[in-house]
């Protein structure tokens, strides 16, 4: 079990759910939620995140958005960002990753996927540290 808190930011409560259900599936049960980039950002400032999970397209603010927020701010500037998306063009994923986001996930996705590239993600970020 990972006392990773993982913060869920997606306006589709549906969504929320089965990626909500996917990280208890995984052993991540330490998890909030957001129903956009402005509720995410509210969220960051008040709660102990360790993890992102943002969806790119949500109204008000939208993934992409958030995440360049989050990476101004100094310290929610390396907080790790995976972002799971319909949007899977080249040019998509080129603009997320340039936009800091530390992984990308075209939904529909497995748990399986997303236990790994949380993994992935977290070991780099080891790797960084050390």
Do not use: H
């Amino acid at each position: 079990m990972s006392a990773m808190k993982i913060l869920v930011v997606d306006d589709s409560i549906t969504i929320r759910r089965i990626i909500i259900n996917a990280l208890k599936t995984i052993g991540y049960t330490q998890v909030a939620e957001a129903n956009n980039g402005k509720d995410g950002l509210a969220k960051v400032a008040n709660t102990a995140v360790d993890f992102v999970i943002t969806d790119w397209n949500m109204p008000e603010m939208n993934g992409l958005e958030f995440t360049k927020a989050l990476r101004a701010e100094g310290p929610t500037a390396d907080l790790p960002i995976l972002m799971i998306t319909t949007r899977g063009t080249e040019n998509d994923v080129i603009e997320a990753l340039q936009a800091k986001v530390n992984s990308y996930i075209v939904k529909p996705f497995t748990p399986q996927e997303l236990k790994e590239k949380i993994d992935e993600i977290v070991r780099s970020m080891e790797m960084k540290a050390a």
